[in-house]
């Protein structure tokens, strides 16, 4: 166990070793960009994201200095860069209002520009917004117009990333089903490159709240605990503190109370200390169950009413519905059955609020469109995958075509050449018969290509370690031929330099 500690600690220091030396880098390179002009902003854009994940209020100096040189050099792209840093940071605080305000100007300007990036971007970050509060229709909306534009540029990135976000939506309107689908194709995809560490460990985490509702615990537990390892590792501190909840909730419901207590204390004080106050008040419900799996019912209504105080500040509707309805649960527990209705009234005005007939009917609309143009959105990219496919190996051929004729030509030039092999040098010949295993080597090469891109999935390590086993493969080929053809070309010479008998 100790061992492991330090292992870890080395680990994280090491990571944030990294990191820091990132910053001093661009901190120094800020520092001599004294004119005002592209180069410092888009410093100043760079280290603005690079705080958001770990100092909101430096991460907001940056941005928005960036805006304003942005807007002195009216350069647009930049512009719209800032204020999307400014709406992610405005939304870890919570504030959904200048968050929605902040991303739809970005918006606004990335459409003027055409920056399909920017839009989808944007896109997805307002149907983040609108989902946390509670307005899922037009979460649906965004993600859906975000998520096509993504699969026309095939984005695999951001695809993971929407289908992890339709999947929230459709586990909120109680359709785990799709939910489930959504995150288990975002999973699968994410598992394919290291680079989508962040959507792994969002989709590990979304997948064990679904293991968790159908009530298959330990596999909710592995799950939650693989995404907090993954968030550690890449030092995702604006997640931590959602997996030290989720944690604390799995925990309380194996009746482990101790292990729920710290993570969930964790949760509250690191939420508390990035200001996260959606998962502060998520994480002041939470800490409700437990103390009503305890029994304690009065300390757990305490809990859930400062989660609900804190949702209804930040407009969290769909934390307000839970809080309302565990409210309702603990105080019938405690035979208060005047709040038991009072909040049962407040849980059935939250549900209508939500879940309304017409925005039900205005959601169906949006997801029946949604697949229709992710279908035609996929057909377009697959043309395009497939027409570059065709044009390559077009290509391909076209290069086999080429060796073949050169090998022909060579063929007869050596043809011509033997019949003055006895005035050729040794060294002459040398060199031809290097020539002629060099052509026909890369020959070899260009028809196996394909083949080897099957297995290799274009990555240039694994490409360059099956080129190294086709060139070991072809060396005992190439002495048979190196020693066939210089026997051919001037075997007599070749005995008499090397001095030995050329069978």
Same mark, same amino acid.
């Given at each position: 166990?100790?061992?492991?500690?330090?292992?870890?600690?080395?680990?994280?220091?090491?990571?944030?070793?990294?990191? *820091?030396?990132?910053?001093?880098?661009?901190?120094?390179?800020?520092?001599?960009?004294?004119?005002?002009?592209?180069?410092?902003?888009?410093?100043?854009? +760079?280290?603005?994201?690079?705080? @958001?994940?770990?100092?909101?209020?430096?991460?907001?100096?940056?941005?928005?200095?960036?805006?304003?040189?942005?807007?002195?050099?009216?350069?647009?792209?930049?512009?719209?860069?800032? !204020?999307?840093?400014?709406?992610?940071?405005?939304?870890?605080?919570?504030?959904?209002?200048?968050?929605?305000?902040?991303?739809?100007?970005?918006?606004?300007? *990335?459409?003027?520009?055409?920056?399909?990036?920017?839009?989808?971007?944007?896109?997805?970050?307002?149907?983040?917004?609108?989902? #946390?509060?509670?307005?899922?229709?037009?979460? =649906?909306?965004?993600?859906?117009?975000?998520?096509?534009?993504?699969?026309?540029?095939?984005?695999?990135?951001?695809?993971?990333?929407?289908?992890?976000?339709?999947?929230?939506?459709?586990?909120?309107?109680?359709?785990?089903?799709?939910?489930?689908?959504?995150?288990?194709?975002?999973?699968?995809?994410?598992?394919?490159?290291?680079?989508?560490?962040?959507?792994?460990?969002?989709? =590990?985490?979304?997948?064990?709240?679904?293991?968790?509702?159908?009530?298959?615990?330990?596999?909710?537990?592995?799950? *939650?605990?693989?995404?907090?390892?993954?968030?550690?590792?890449?030092?995702? $501190? /604006?997640?931590?503190?959602?997996?030290?909840?989720?944690?604390?909730?799995?925990?309380?419901? =194996?009746?482990?109370?101790?292990?729920?207590?710290?993570?969930? $204390?964790?949760?509250?004080?690191?939420?508390?200390?990035?200001?996260?106050?959606?998962?502060?008040?998520?994480?002041?419900?939470?800490?409700?169950? !437990?103390?009503?799996?305890?029994?304690?019912?009065?300390?757990?209504?305490?809990?859930?009413?400062?989660?609900?105080?804190?949702?209804?500040?930040?407009?969290?509707?769909? /934390?307000?519905?839970?809080?309302?309805? $565990?409210? #309702?649960?603990?105080?019938?527990?405690?035979?208060?059955?005047?709040?038991?209705?009072?909040?049962?009234?407040?849980? +059935?005005?939250?549900?209508?609020?939500?879940?309304?007939?017409?925005?039900?009917?205005?959601?169906?609309?949006?997801?029946?469109?949604?697949?229709?143009?992710?279908?035609?959105?996929?057909?377009?990219?697959?043309?395009?995958?497939?027409?570059?496919?065709?044009?390559?190996? !077009?290509?391909?051929?076209?290069?086999?075509?080429?060796?073949?004729?050169?090998?022909?030509?060579?063929?007869?030039?050596?043809?011509?050449?033997?019949?003055?092999?006895?005035?050729?040098?040794?060294?002459?010949?040398? *060199?031809?018969?290097?020539?002629?295993?060099?052509? &026909?080597?890369? &020959?070899? !090469?260009? &028809?196996?290509?394909?083949?080897?891109?099957?297995?290799?999935?274009?990555?240039?390590?694994?490409?360059?370690?099956?080129?190294?086993?086709?060139?070991? @493969?072809?060396?005992?080929?190439?002495?048979?031929?190196?020693?066939?053809?210089? #026997?051919?070309?001037?075997?007599?010479?070749?005995?008499?330099?090397?001095?030995?008998?050329?069978?």
């Amino acid at each position: 166990m100790y061992s492991f500690f330090i292992v870890f600690i080395l680990c994280i220091h090491n990571n944030s070793f990294a990191q *820091n030396k990132k910053i001093d880098s661009l901190k120094a390179q800020l520092s001599k960009q004294t004119t005002k002009d592209t180069n410092q902003m888009n410093t100043l854009i +760079t280290l603005g994201r690079v705080f @958001a994940s770990q100092d909101n209020k430096i991460s907001e100096s940056y941005a928005k200095q960036a805006e304003t040189l942005a807007k002195e050099l009216k350069h647009k792209k930049g512009e719209a860069s800032a !204020l999307q840093i400014l709406g992610v940071l405005a939304d870890q605080k919570a504030n959904y209002k200048d968050a929605i305000a902040y991303m739809s100007k970005s918006l606004e300007i *990335n459409r003027q520009e055409k920056s399909n990036k920017g839009i989808s971007a944007c896109l997805n970050n307002l149907g983040t917004y609108y989902f #946390k509060i509670g307005d899922y229709t037009e979460a =649906l909306k965004c993600h859906s117009e975000s998520v096509v534009i993504k699969e026309k540029m095939g984005d695999d990135g951001g695809i993971i990333g929407s289908n992890i976000n339709i999947g929230l939506v459709y586990d909120q309107q109680k359709d785990t089903k799709k939910a489930k689908e959504y995150y288990e194709k975002a999973l699968k995809m994410s598992e394919k490159n290291e680079e989508y560490a962040e959507q792994k460990a969002a989709a =590990l985490f979304n997948l064990a709240v679904i293991y968790g509702e159908e009530g298959d615990i330990q596999k909710s537990l592995e799950y *939650n605990q693989k995404a907090l390892d993954i968030r550690v590792e890449i030092q995702d $501190d /604006v997640k931590i503190p959602e997996s030290y909840r989720a944690l604390g909730e799995v925990y309380t419901a =194996l009746k482990d109370y101790t292990k729920a207590q710290k993570y969930l $204390d964790d949760a509250l004080k690191m939420s508390k200390e990035i200001e996260d106050r959606l998962t502060e008040s998520v994480a002041y419900s939470s800490m409700g169950d !437990l103390y009503k799996e305890k029994k304690e019912f009065k300390t757990a209504i305490d809990y859930h009413l400062k989660g609900y105080a804190l949702a209804k500040e930040i407009g969290a509707k769909h /934390v307000m519905l839970d809080a309302a309805k $565990d409210l #309702k649960e603990n105080y019938l527990e405690i035979k208060d059955k005047k709040a038991s209705n009072e909040w049962g009234i407040k849980f +059935t005005e939250h549900k209508k609020e939500i879940f309304d007939e017409e925005k039900q009917k205005e959601f169906l609309r949006v997801e029946g469109k949604l697949d229709l143009e992710r279908k035609q959105a996929k057909e377009q990219r697959d043309k395009e995958v497939q027409a570059d496919k065709e044009a390559k190996e !077009l290509q391909r051929k076209n290069n086999l075509q080429y060796s073949a004729i050169f090998i022909a030509l060579v063929s007869i030039f050596l043809i011509v050449i033997g019949f003055a092999r006895k005035t050729m040098r040794t060294s002459t010949v040398e *060199n031809i018969v290097f020539f002629i295993l060099l052509i &026909f080597f890369e &020959f070899i !090469l260009v &028809f196996l290509d394909p083949f080897i891109s099957v297995y290799t999935n274009g990555f240039p390590v694994f490409t360059l370690l099956a080129n190294v086993a086709v060139a070991l @493969a072809f060396m005992p080929i190439h002495r048979m031929l190196e020693k066939i053809l210089k #026997k051919k070309l001037a075997k007599e010479k070749y005995e008499a330099r090397l001095g030995i008998d050329i069978e």
